[in-house]
């Protein structure tokens, strides 16, 4: 267990949708990463959050955005979705002024 | 940007031989290079990872070697055993912009065949 959690675990929705994922990071963690992994594409960068304010951006498309709360937990809002958006979203935390990311379980998202 | 290259894409080996995973990058400016092993349905697992002033590192049957000129390193797992099948991915950082996200290879597939 790393200590990373990520609600829901699995996610079933329909094209032209929103939907909401939620990261709550290890304890202490200031940094919180998103990643997608998609079986075309492998693990791809989204997004970083540190200590509540946006500090990198990958590949992530305009469709989706994030923030990061006062008390560290995250979230990655999709809109608008589309069949190819079906992935397992990770995230990933990481301590201040270490390199080690420690993944939560994913979300499986299923866009139908 | 980092462009991570892993070979190779598949592996299967008998229980007990040796694993070996490669992985090359481009951005000599790479400087931290984790592994991670997932198993089905769960989320990547870090299981060791190197920095770029050291060439080796072990953790009981698990090794990874680094070779900065060349821009490659790679994974030993010895004694394999069928715990061990699982997809395994290199990664790198390239921290040029403050940011540390990774960049992944695309994956090992990995059986051990008892």
């Known amino acids: 267990d790393s200590g990373v959690t990520q609600t829901p675990k699995h996610l079933i929705t329909a094209t032209g949708q929103r939907v909401t994922l939620r990261c709550s990071p290890r304890?202490?963690?200031?940094?919180v990463y998103w990643y997608q992994q998609s079986l075309d594409q492998g693990l791809q960068f989204l997004i970083q959050?540190?200590?509540?304010?946006?500090?990198a951006k990958g590949n992530i498309l305009e469709r989706f955005s994030a923030q990061q709360f006062p008390d560290l937990h995250s979230e990655l809002n999709l809109s608008s979705l589309e069949l190819g958006d079906s992935a397992l979203y990770f995230c990933?935390?990481?301590?201040?002024?270490?390199?080690?990311?420690?993944f939560g379980p994913g979300t499986r998202l299923l866009v139908l | 940007g980092e462009n991570v290259e892993q070979h190779p894409s598949t592996l299967s080996v008998q229980e007990g031989d040796s694993a070996v995973i490669k992985c090359t990058y481009s951005?000599?400016?790479?400087?931290?290079f984790p592994w991670y092993k997932q198993e089905l349905g769960k989320g990547p697992q870090l299981i060791i990872d190197?920095?770029?002033?050291?060439g080796e590192k072990k953790d009981q049957r698990i090794a990874v070697t680094l070779n900065k000129t060349a821009k490659h390193f790679s994974l030993h797992i010895t004694e394999t055993q069928p715990e061990d099948s699982a997809v395994y991915f290199c990664?790198?950082?390239?921290?040029?912009?403050?940011?540390?996200?990774?960049?992944f290879g695309t994956g090992t597939r990995l059986t051990v065949i008892p």
């Open positions: 990933a935390s990481q301590r201040g002024g270490e390199e080690t990311q420690y």
């Open positions: 304890s202490g963690d200031l940094s």
């Open positions: 959050y540190y200590n509540g304010e946006e500090r």
């Open positions: 951005d000599s400016a790479s400087n931290y």
């Open positions: 190197i920095r770029s002033n050291v």
């Open positions: 990664a790198a950082i390239a921290d040029q912009t403050g940011a540390n996200n990774l960049f």
